[in-house]
């Protein structure tokens, strides 16, 4: 741990407060060394000459070819579109009569002016907007709303000047638009995750301000998921260079700094006020105006952890604005519409799977004598037990071969694992790591019993489930879910039951497809299957 403080003088709390006393000079206390530090340059008073001085100096560049790349792609999608739509319909040329003689505006209207048209609804609709670039599903819901008001636009115009345009054409072109810009977005973003997981490039330097306590919580929460771009490089401490002594962080820690001058130093182009340190009277406010024309971006991490953006909502009161935390959606239309979805999906899975599961079947057995599948009492919704339905991977002595390799368990909490079982047969690790082991649940998908995504069920001969575990319970479990597409096996049990309380909590159709689709990578990857 490093930790800079003052040599003279007492340690200030506030989050901005300037050092007046330049001469005096700084130790760097790193393990049992000292050297000395220059002092603070003198805090500029962010006021900037003109309202676009923040824009042209902003520090975090990294969105500027990125969405230049974006308006590209999408420019193409847009034309590629109108392109094979017209090589599609013979009557594409429908309502402009002089292209039969002269396609020279119908071909404008086509490849230049209605990519246009994407490209500026794209823009008022926030699809460019740097903050849902890269990072969760609102990027999406932007380009789909964009979509609906390209339609509604070129709707109107036709019916505005009267013209005739040929609907299949129209409708072949805006589809088609929309779903390669979407494809164009999904592709744009892998390469984005790539180079933060790979690079630390493309992403945001952060300083984060607060309570030790309070800055290692964000921390964690933020570099769980290396693909957001968010990597602290600095901590700074508004309790006191006491708080910090003897505590190993991962980051250098700061006091009693003035907080803009240190995130020049350390190369930072964000400032995170954590917890507690947002609600000191009148402080965040005078941080942001100490910002402005700085170029840094300030963001603020409330003690809200593990709750999803749809369920939380500003609502300002006098200058107050206050997070109103909607509670978990578990009933209703939507959960109705998902039990439909996963009753049609089953079905359809199982028709399409018998010629596999004859195959799995008969390697099964030719790999050892027994049965096929292999039933075991797990607990569903509510505390139901049922019996889980899965292809037998292991020999038909398992379970008594269990108690001899307890001591070898390589988890925690109520699952064993091993990564190199004695206990499984060679096609048996074979399913397991292709996941093909899993495929029979679709029975119990079908019966009611489970769900294609949700917790997933756990032994019902491990006793009652305590504290927060029991909340995994409000829902169906599930045959793949965010612990299977976070790393499975890989995980913690403390993880993993935050993963899954994440999922409970923050339910949501789209959700589930979102992890439906994940689920195919990992799947593929065969990442933590044992």
């Not at 246009?116 to 849902?132: E, N, Q, V």
């Not at 269990?402 to 060679?426: C, H, I, W, Y």
């Amino acid at each position: 741990m490093r930790v800079m403080r003052e040599d003279m003088g007492e340690v200030t709390t506030s989050l901005q407060r300037p050092v007046t006393n330049e001469g005096r000079s700084r130790l760097v206390r790193h393990v049992d060394s000292f050297e000395i530090q220059p002092p603070n340059p003198p805090s500029h008073n962010g006021v900037p000459r003109s309202a676009w001085a923040r824009a042209r100096r902003r520090v975090s560049r990294w969105h500027r070819p990125y969405t230049a790349i974006l308006l590209l792609l999408d420019f193409a999608a847009a034309a590629f579109a109108s392109f094979t739509a017209i090589r599609t319909f013979d009557q594409a040329t429908a309502g402009f009569h002089e292209a039969q003689n002269d396609p020279t505006w119908f071909h404008t209207v086509a490849f230049l002016l209605l990519p246009l048209g994407w490209l500026t609804i794209l823009w008022f609709s926030g699809a460019y907007d740097r903050r849902c670039l890269g990072l969760g599903p609102d990027e999406f819901k932007r380009v789909i709303r964009a979509g609906v008001a390209v339609c509604a636009a070129v709707s109107f115009l036709a019916f505005a000047t009267k013209t005739d345009l040929s609907r299949f054409t129209v409708g072949t072109a805006l589809l088609l638009a929309l779903l390669l810009i979407l494809l164009g977005r999904i592709l744009t973003r892998f390469v984005l995750h790539v180079m933060r997981r790979n690079t630390q490039q493309a992403a945001h330097r952060m300083v984060l301000v607060g309570t030790l306590p309070e800055c290692l919580e964000v921390y964690t929460a933020v570099t769980r998921n290396p693909a957001a771009g968010l990597v602290p490089v600095a901590i700074h401490i508004t309790d006191g260079y006491a708080a910090a002594k003897g505590v190993q962080t991962p980051v250098p820690v700061y006091a009693g700094r003035d907080v803009l001058a240190l995130v020049r130093e350390v190369g930072g182009d964000t400032i995170a006020v954590c917890g507690s340190a947002s609600a000191e009277p009148g402080e965040l406010r005078r941080l942001a105006w100490q910002l402005e024309g700085s170029g840094v971006d300030l963001v603020v991490a409330p003690q809200l952890t593990d709750i999803a953006g749809p369920r939380v909502h500003i609502r300002p009161i006098e200058g107050l604005p206050l997070l109103h935390v909607e509670e978990p959606t578990l009933s209703g239309p939507a959960l109705l519409a998902k039990n439909m979805m996963d009753r049609v999906a089953a079905g359809l899975g199982l028709l399409a799977l018998i010629p596999a599961f004859l195959v799995i079947a008969i390697a099964i057995r030719i790999s050892d004598p027994g049965p096929v599948f292999f039933r075991q009492p797990r607990v569903g919704h509510e505390g139901r037990t049922f019996r889980v339905w899965k292809f037998r991977t292991m020999y038909v002595d398992a379970e008594d071969r269990l108690a001899s390799l307890v001591d070898q368990n390589e988890t925690d909490g109520m699952l064993f694992k091993m990564k190199q079982d004695p206990r499984v047969f060679p096609v048996g690790r074979f399913l397991r790591a292709s996941s093909l082991d899993e495929l029979p649940q679709l029975i119990n998908v079908l019966m009611g019993e489970m769900s294609l995504v949700g917790p997933r069920p756990l032994p019902a001969d491990d006793g009652d489930f305590l504290g927060d575990v029991r909340r995994r319970l409000l829902v169906r479990p599930g045959m793949t879910g965010l612990w299977q597409v976070s790393g499975r096996s890989d995980l913690s049990w403390d993880e993993a039951v935050r993963l899954d309380l994440y999922y409970v909590d923050n339910w949501s159709l789209a959700y589930d497809l979102s992890i439906l689709w994940r689920t195919v990578g990992v799947v593929l990857a065969r990442k933590g299957a044992y």
